[in-house]
């Protein structure tokens, strides 16, 4: 087939009466408009279902790997509210030696080993992110202290004075509130 062919069937195809007859071809009539539009309906609510099942599926997964990360980091809560009584008793322990029975020879053993107890306990809690609340000196934080009472000072009032029992934290999260006494006003 040569080029003038080519041009002259292209021509042809073109004719208005073909061009009317391929559109009234491929034209829908009014009931199969309607079919039409019904299906592209259907397939826009479909496609929008989908998208709400993506999302929903993306959130419930970050949902699961968030606490299973919290689950890690924070197993170990229970268990560190429980020992933290034994860091109090092992403190009122020693805070309880006078120099006198510190110098002791029949006793310096037996503090020594308490004191390397208690190093050893404070590493522990150091590597399993638990960390000792500050207090003294400090205004009172409700997220982080409880106040037991409260103590005419010359400190500004709301400022902690002393404290009664160590608070601590566990990475981001309360695991005891320091329990504390505060200046009191006038």
Same mark, same amino acid.
Do not use: W
């Given at each position: 087939?040569?080029?003038?062919? /080519?041009?002259? !069937? &292209?021509?042809? $195809? =073109?004719?208005? @009466?073909?061009? %009317?007859? +391929?559109?009234?071809?491929?034209?829908? #009539?009014?009931?199969?408009?309607?079919?039409?539009?019904?299906?592209?309906?259907?397939?826009?609510?479909?496609?929008?279902?989908?998208?709400?099942?993506?999302?929903?599926?993306?959130?419930?997964?970050?949902?699961?790997?968030?606490?299973?990360?919290?689950?890690?980091?924070?197993?170990?809560?229970?268990?560190?509210?429980?020992?933290?009584?034994?860091?109090? /008793?092992?403190? !009122? &322990?020693?805070? $309880? =030696?006078?120099? @006198?029975?510190? %110098?002791? +020879?029949?006793?310096?053993?037996?503090? #020594?080993?308490?004191?390397?107890?208690?190093?050893?306990?404070?590493?522990?809690?150091?590597?399993?992110?638990?960390?000792?609340?500050?207090?003294?000196?400090?205004?009172?934080?409700?997220?982080?202290?409880?106040?037991?009472?409260?103590?005419?000072?010359?400190?500004?009032?709301?400022?902690?004075?002393?404290?009664?029992?160590?608070?601590?934290?566990?990475?981001?999260?309360?695991?005891?509130?320091?329990?504390?006494?505060?200046?009191?006003?006038?």
């Amino acid at each position: 087939m040569t080029n003038t062919e /080519n041009d002259t !069937r &292209a021509e042809d $195809a =073109l004719t208005p @009466e073909n061009v %009317a007859a +391929e559109a009234d071809a491929t034209t829908p #009539t009014t009931g199969e408009n309607d079919e039409v539009a019904k299906l592209a309906e259907q397939v826009a609510a479909l496609q929008q279902d989908l998208l709400y099942s993506r999302a929903e599926t993306q959130n419930v997964r970050r949902r699961g790997e968030k606490e299973v990360a919290d689950a890690h980091a924070y197993a170990a809560t229970k268990f560190a509210r429980d020992i933290l009584s034994v860091a109090d /008793n092992l403190g !009122r &322990a020693l805070a $309880a =030696l006078s120099e @006198e029975q510190r %110098a002791d +020879e029949g006793i310096k053993p037996l503090v #020594t080993g308490l004191e390397a107890t208690e190093r050893e306990l404070l590493s522990v809690f150091e590597r399993n992110g638990i960390t000792r609340i500050a207090a003294i000196g400090l205004p009172l934080d409700p997220n982080q202290h409880q106040a037991m009472l409260e103590i005419p000072s010359d400190q500004t009032p709301g400022t902690i004075v002393q404290e009664m029992q160590a608070g601590y934290m566990m990475k981001d999260r309360l695991l005891r509130p320091a329990m504390v006494a505060v200046a009191k006003a006038g």
